[in-house]
C-alpha cells in the first residue's frame, strides 16, 4: 500500500503562534497536510502520521506561494483549540 495525504483547511480567527515556531502567524485560512503510512500486518486498514505541513500565507504580493511549515499536529491541535477558545470568550 502506498502512502495517503490529507489535506485540511483551518481557520484561525486570531493570531497564534506554533509551539517551537519562531513568531506569531496572522489570522485566517491556512491550508495543512498530513503525510500517513500505511500499518502492515493488520487486520485492518490503519495509518501513522508521519509527517504534517502548514503552508504559510505568501510573503509577496508577487508570489503564489508561501513558505511551508513542518509542524507537531499537536501543537497544531493546541493552537487551534486555543484559538477556538479565545474567539468563544470573545463573543
Do not use: C, W
Not at 485566517?28 to 504534517?52: A, M, S
Amino acid at each position: 500500500m502506498a502512502n495517503r495525504i490529507r489535506v485540511k483547511t483551518l481557520t484561525f480567527k486570531n493570531p497564534f503562534e506554533i509551539e517551537n515556531d519562531d513568531g506569531l502567524l496572522s489570522a485566517g485560512v491556512y491550508q495543512v497536510e498530513t503525510e500517513e503510512e500505511p500499518l502492515l500486518g493488520l487486520f485492518f486498514t490503519g495509518y501513522r502520521q508521519i509527517l504534517t505541513l502548514l503552508h504559510l500565507h505568501p510573503t509577496s504580493k508577487n508570489t503564489k506561494f508561501g513558505p511551508t511549515l513542518t509542524i507537531d499536529p499537536n501543537d497544531l491541535d493546541t493552537a487551534f483549540l486555543r484559538d477556538l477558545a479565545s474567539s468563544e470568550s470573545n463573543k
